[in-house]
């Protein structure tokens, strides 16, 4: 069964923050794949289908891949992927909790000039588990064997 991407409209099908932290976790700290990247900033999912924290959670092949533009004005344009918790974080000014979050995950480390990650993974890793308790999630039981001790 694949639990990556949404397929229906049910409410318990919409994304949360949590499935987008969990996937990242997955993604950026477990696996160590590498970062989404256009020639200016972060894409949901770039030419060689890497995808950013957010695109991890987003439907293969849906047009939400392709949006221009932070976290929260995806969430603005595409309303019925998200769940209610999102939804309700949504803040048109610039810098609000989802881009912020969208950031930590992912923008903040990387360098769009050489399309890796900024920081180490256990730096990434470190940040991330604030994320979840700022946003009162669930850390994965998988941790990374070359930063458990």
């Not at 894409?43 to 439907?59: H, M, W």
Request: include cysteine; aromatic fraction near 10%.
């Amino acid at each position: 069964m694949d639990t990556t991407h949404n397929k229906g409209n049910d409410m318990s099908d919409r994304i949360t923050l949590q499935k987008i932290f969990d996937l990242a976790w997955q993604a950026f700290i477990i696996e160590d794949r590498p970062p989404s990247c256009g020639r200016i900033a972060c894409l949901y999912q770039d030419a060689y289908g890497n995808r950013c924290a957010v695109g991890l959670a987003l439907p293969n092949y849906h047009n939400a891949l392709m949006h221009e533009g932070g976290f929260e004005c995806l969430v603005d344009e595409y309303p019925e992927l998200f769940d209610e918790q999102v939804l309700k974080l949504v803040s048109l000014r610039f810098g609000g909790p989802l881009n912020k979050f969208q950031s930590r995950l992912h923008d903040h480390w990387v360098d769009i000039k050489t399309r890796e990650w900024k920081g180490t993974k256990q730096e990434r890793m470190e940040d991330y588990l604030k994320v979840a308790e700022e946003f009162n999630l669930t850390i994965p039981a998988a941790r990374p064997a070359s930063v458990t001790a």
